[in-house]
């Protein structure tokens, strides 16, 4: 059960679909929302060149706690509104690199939600993403930029290819799944899983149905480069309202190298996502 979630809060009011699905999300479990705010993260440079002005840095430093403290007020004014049981933080430069601080705290929450990059708006939250994804051992749901609606669980479409991280995944869906009016198991068939047996998902459904979710199975041909496209069009012909998959990737000298498929299912989603890795 969901009783517990984190949500990283946008400092731009535009940016604002995470908080909102996040609220309907809390609402429809009963669930307790923690709002986190960076108070220096979108704006500070990366590397602090030498002479670098004092004043510049500082006010940079300020303009980003008070677009902090103001994503906040709107969270809290969001949760009194919604009658939810809700707590918020402030993270401030001396506290360290907001990805490890993110992904930390998500350990102790059932669920991460984190709004999508918007590379047209220069807000990119992948190190956040990637963090919560490969580091807190907890699931993470990236909410379309576009995100209009709160949660729906009409149709949720869980990819399946046998693998730990999809197996991880479902089960970490689980909560979500039981409530769905429909849930598919969609199966990319290529060289990669052609000649498995288990990717046909047939045990996977099973133990699903074991647990009340009305599941179906879905098989298509996709070679393995296009895996993500093929997930990402056959959820927009059957309307579904969700993906749950595996995050696939590695640590590279202590830096994330994400797959292809959720590269591009992170690029180009149109509906949220629920990724476990």
């Known amino acids: 059960m969901i009783r517990d979630i984190l949500l990283h809060l946008e400092h731009d009011p535009a940016r604002d679909a995470g908080r909102n699905y996040a609220i309907s999300v809390a609402e429809a479990f009963a669930a307790h929302l923690a709002g986190v705010a960076f ?6 440079p990366t590397i602090t060149l030498p002479g670098f002005p004092p004043d510049v840095l500082a006010d940079i ?15 809290e004014e969001a949760a009194r509104r919604s009658s939810l049981s809700a707590s ?7 506290e360290t690199n907001p990805p490890a601080v993110f992904a930390s705290m998500g350990r102790r929450f059932d669920l991460s939600v984190v709004t999508q990059s918007d590379p047209d708006k220069g ?61 598919e198991l969609f199966i990319a068939v290529n060289e990669k899983t052609q000649h498995e047996q288990e990717i046909r998902g047939a045990d996977i459904a099973t133990h699903l149905a074991r647990h009340d979710v009305n599941v179906e199975i879905e098989t298509l041909s996709a070679a393995d480069i296009d895996v993500g496209n093929a997930i990402l069009s056959h959820v927009s012909d059957r309307s579904a309202s969700m993906i749950v998959m595996g995050g696939y990737g590695h640590s ?5 190298v994400l ?12 509906v949220p996502v629920l990724m476990s890795h």
């Open 252 to 256: 590279r000298f202590r830096e994330f």
């Open 61 to 75: 430093l300020a303009r980003e706690e008070k677009e902090a403290r103001e994503a906040i007020r709107h969270f």
């Open 88 to 94: 918020s933080r402030l993270i401030l430069p001396n």
């Open 259 to 270: 797959g292809g498929a959720t590269r591009e299912i992170l690029t180009s989603m149109t």
């Open 123 to 183: 807000a990119s939250n992948e190190l956040l993403i990637e963090g919560a994804m490969f580091e807190s051992g907890r699931p993470v749901i990236v909410v379309p930029y576009i995100q209009r609606a709160g949660l729906t669980l009409d149709h949720i479409t869980c990819c399946w290819d046998g693998s730990r991280a999809a197996a991880r995944a479902i089960n970490d869906a689980l909560p979500l799944l039981k409530k769905a009016r429909k849930v």
């Open 39 to 44: 108070g220096s993260y979108a704006g500070l």
